[in-house]
């Protein structure tokens, strides 16, 4: 399996694991897929961003995304934050997703950061006992606001 | 009160309020002044991340940091993310965080940010309380791994 950065030819297999997804927050609506290429742009685009695709046999098996943030905390130190983690629904507990946070663990570490954070839905029960496995600490409540 | 963007002459009042706060995750070790120095032009220097400060009658009284972040999760919109969120200890309940909150909505709306997201210590209820009065909802669990 190769993790690496997505391209735009992985935009339709990225956006066919995000829209399955039983629990986002706020329904995902298809909407228009110009939409989706600006913001594949926009984290093209953005030094601190990355949009990363698992590929598996030519597959796009997995994906996540990746934001580094500078900040006075941690002596100065930054932060890795993990969103819209999603692994092939066909294809769980084959440690597809496993690998990917082992991969983000080294992209952190590779990059400086003093700390990996994401929030998952407090009905992910699985999730959380998944991140605890790889040594996460549930400290934190994740609070969201829809504008 | 007025809420702005920090210059480098309120970074040795925002640390005093950063390094008072007793639910740092991580205890704040006071650290080389360098390293502050060098992480709020790593701030300054990101357009996608702001350090505010609110000002009052030429003090220095509160302090968050914003970041944006693209994405293809709710139609490809930004998020507006909140950091580092402090009041002088010596002057709660007068509504500061209340204020800096309902600026820190405006600026996301004004970015064209779908969602308003933060992280809180388990343990610190009273901003959960203060956090969903504002309308966010508790709907995530906040996992971190120090690195």
Redesign the interface.
């Known amino acids: 399996m190769m993790i690496r950065r997505a391209t735009l030819n992985d935009l339709d297999a990225?956006?066919a694991m995000?829209q399955r997804d039983s629990f986002?927050?706020?329904q995902?609506?298809p909407?228009g897929r110009e939409?989706?290429v600006?913001?594949?742009e926009?984290?093209a685009r953005?030094a601190?961003?990355e949009?990363i695709v698992a590929e598996r046999g030519g597959e796009i098996v997995g994906t996540l995304?990746l934001?580094f943030?500078?900040?006075?905390?941690?002596?100065?130190?930054?932060?890795a934050?993990v969103?819209?983690v999603r692994v092939r629904h066909d294809l769980r507990n084959l440690q597809i997703g496993t690998r990917m946070m082992e991969w983000v663990?080294a992209r952190?570490?590779e990059r400086g950061?003093?700390?990996?954070?994401?929030?998952?839905?407090?009905a992910r029960v699985d999730a959380?006992r998944f991140?605890?496995r790889?040594?996460?600490?549930?400290?934190?409540?994740?609070?969201?606001?829809?504008?």
């Open positions: 990225i956006l995000i986002t927050y706020q995902e609506d909407g939409d989706y600006r913001a594949f926009e984290i953005d601190n961003n949009l995304q934001t943030i500078p900040g006075l905390t941690y002596r100065g130190g930054w932060r934050q969103e819209a663990i952190a570490r950061c003093r700390i990996v954070q994401l929030t998952t839905n407090v959380q991140y605890k790889l040594g996460f600490e549930a400290s934190h409540v994740g609070m969201k606001l829809t504008l």
